[in-house]
């Protein structure tokens, strides 16, 4: 169920981790209020990291975007699923360890970073393969990770995200290369980096500890996203706290339906509610309210008193929440549409 804050969330939880697309930006474009409100929430102190799934942009080059929308941002502070790679196959191999990389610029320089040899071949015999996304993959490099797979390579990727929005539509994304290889090979990738895996999470916060100190504790770290099957689910996954936000892909109606895991601890419209009290949601006389906002389930429909309001949503949430967790069938469950102002 949702939590709740006596105080702005930005200061009861030092950490946050946040998603770019959706959250910060839509493309080269800024959501709004987002940016202010980071502003805000390190002038109380917290620690912003940003995470993405995405494995062939430059840490510098997200870096320089953010500060385009008058962020004070290092590119240390972004984590992409090539950083997270590289460190987990680090940690997997003996040191100078050949490594077959299939994957931009980025992934390749964090790879070598690690003091690993990368290679290009599966003829080099490398103890390691792992792959990424980009544009200019061809089916040869796709073809010369499988025998390196084939061969014995232990195998890693930098996400499983089926698909990713382009400027022209939607195209096949890393995992649906991935399945490439799988099909080829009949091997499944030991580790995946990216969100829904909660390794993006953990590394963050070891990145965040600097000069020998100790990570930030999950406890008071906060994972911000707007999608449940990535952001949130990886929160969950690792024990993290989360807000899910409705600037990108989550809207209110998956949030009511959402299974418990992928339930965030706490909504809101946008990075606002990272400046605010979470307020709380509370059960008595049969319905869930929020505020002054009541919802409550009877029979096959849900009813709330206010349909234009986050309080509104929280407390329906809250009241779906419930009647599927007590067994109560919600497939067909008749809900609002709420047209949160």
């Known amino acids: 169920m949702l939590k709740s804050t006596t105080r702005p969330l930005s200061e009861a939880y030092q950490l946050a981790l946040l998603d770019l697309d959706g959250v910060v930006y839509r493309g080269k474009n800024p959501v709004e209020h987002a940016a202010e409100s980071i502003r805000k929430a390190e002038g109380l102190g917290m620690t912003v990291e940003y995470t993405t799934n995405n494995s062939s942009r430059l840490q510098s080059v997200v870096a320089d975007q953010l500060k385009g929308f008058d962020l004070d941002v290092e590119p240390w502070q972004v984590i992409t699923s090539s950083v997270v790679a590289a460190r987990m196959v680090a940690r997997a191999v003996p040191q100078g360890a050949k490594v ?49 797979v084939e061969q014995g ?8 995200d089926l698909t990713i929005p382009r400027e022209l539509g939607i195209a096949p994304g890393c995992g649906s290369m991935i399945m490439a290889v799988i099909n080829a090979t009949g091997v499944e990738p030991v580790s995946s980096a990216g969100k829904p895996e909660s390794a993006m999470y953990d590394e963050a916060r070891l990145l965040a500890a600097h000069d020998g100190a100790e990570p930030v504790a999950k406890e008071a770290c906060l994972a911000i996203g707007d999608r449940l099957d990535t952001d949130i689910e990886a929160g969950n996954r690792g024990g993290y706290d989360s807000l899910a936000v409705l600037t990108g892909v ?37 319905a869930w309210s929020c505020r002054d906002v009541q919802a409550r389930v009877d029979g096959d429909r ?24 007590r067994g109560h069938s919600v497939d067909g469950m008749i809900v609002p549409e709420f047209r949160i102002a």
């Open 250 to 286: 989550t809207n209110p109606h998956e949030l009511m339906f959402a299974p418990e895991h992928l339930r965030p601890t706490y909504i809101a419209k946008d990075l606002t509610g990272l400046n605010e009290s979470a307020p709380e949601v509370v059960h008595e006389a049969g």
């Open 153 to 160: 390579a232990t195998y890693f990727v930098t996400n499983r």
């Open 100 to 148: 077959f990389v299939l994957g931009a610029q980025h992934l390749r320089e964090e790879v070598a970073k690690q003091g690993l040899e990368v290679v290009d071949s599966a003829e080099d015999k490398p103890v390691a393969a792992i792959q990424g996304w980009y544009p200019d993959m061809s089916w040869n490099q796709m073809a010369q990770i499988a025998y390196a």
């Open 302 to 325: 849900l009813y709330v008193t206010d349909i234009t309001s986050v309080d509104g949503l929280r407390a329906a949430c809250a009241a779906m929440w419930d009647a599927a967790d």
